[in-house]
């Protein structure tokens, strides 16, 4: 790779940017990792090998994009800021074959690239804070499932990601990405790594996929009413939060009240403290009755 940029250098940043006439912008989350160690350290928990497909969210000028591109992968990055992705085209990895660049809106683009080409081995990405979770949630209920993703996120998203049931930051979010991924931190990463400097710590965290997804194909769609339901208002008990949910539109209250009962999970408990298990329970009793 011709392209050699001191990405550890905010001088030379920052002349890059000035000589393109750009400036970073706070609406896209823009904040450089700085570290070659902690953006290797990112790298390798990706364990990439030749040809592999990756996908990386939100490149920026390329700091983690260049030590991607020297495992020798197929990386197609996503990028929404049009003066970064003149620099990543035209300047850093123009003349790399295997460097697909697409422009606009990651939320929408991977989604389109997904249906077009499939799901990628790797998906990455240092994500800006205000898009990060929803990136995620946007591949998982598209059931874009790639073998595993890297993410660095806000410590408290990445947190919800890996929350257990009986956890304050157990949410849908949790069970949706647990459902079919082991999800764990790797390492927080000091905000002075950045520039400019949030002011949130973050964290790096792995997503593998499991081997057998936690809920039968069959059951997804009722699984995921049911949690949605269930979590909407997190100080209601699972029995008010069904009937006023989405599944109090679909079966009358009686039913409702039955499918829990059955269930054996009882119906003033809180989501929070519900496992997938319980979760599951709930649905297969709701899914028999629909036949
Ligand atoms: N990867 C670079 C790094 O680690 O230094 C930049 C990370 S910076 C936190 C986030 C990047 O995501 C920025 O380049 C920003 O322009 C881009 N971005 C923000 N919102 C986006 C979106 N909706 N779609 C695609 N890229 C986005």
């Known amino acids: 790779m011709s392209w050699n940029f001191p990405y550890e250098s905010i001088t030379s940043i920052m002349d890059l940017l ?21 953006r290797k350290r990112i790298v390798n928990t990706m364990e990439l090998s030749k040809d592999m497909k990756v996908w990386e969210i939100g490149p920026g000028i390329g700091s983690i994009t260049s030590l991607i591109l020297e495992e020798d992968v197929n990386l197609t990055a996503f990028e929404i800021d049009y003066g970064f992705c003149k620099i990543l085209a035209n300047e850093a990895f123009g003349d790399e074959a295997k460097f697909t660049l697409v422009e606009g809106d990651a939320l929408k683009t991977t989604i389109s690239t997904f249906k077009e080409i499939g799901t990628p081995d790797v998906v990455c990405g240092n994500l800006p804070y205000n898009v990060g979770s929803v990136c995620i949630a946007k591949l998982l209920e598209n059931k874009c499932h790639p073998k595993k993703m890297v993410y660095t996120l806000q410590k408290e998203v990445a947190q919800r990601l890996c929350a257990d049931s009986g956890s304050k930051l157990y949410s849908a979010f949790s069970v949706l990405a647990q459902i079919d991924y082991n999800v764990s931190i790797v390492m927080d990463i000091n905000s002075q790594a950045f520039y400019p400097v949030p002011n949130v710590v973050s964290s790096v ?22 949690v949605r339901d269930l979590f909407s208002k997190r100080r209601k008990t699972i029995k008010n939060n069904l009937i006023s949910g989405r599944c109090g539109k679909l079966y009358e209250k009686e039913v409702l009240l039955e499918a829990i009962e059955n269930s054996g999970v009882p119906s003033q408990a809180r989501a929070e403290k519900l ?11 709701l899914f028999s009755l629909k036949k």
């Open 18 to 38: 000035d000589r393109k006439e750009l400036a970073m912008s706070k609406k896209f989350g823009q904040n450089f990792l700085l570290s070659k160690d902690v």
């Open 275 to 285: 496992t997938i298990n319980d979760f599951k329970k709930i649905s297969k009793e």
């Open 205 to 226: 965290i792995v997503m593998n996929k499991r081997r057998t997804p936690l809920v039968e194909d069959e059951l997804r769609d009722t699984f995921i009413m049911v």
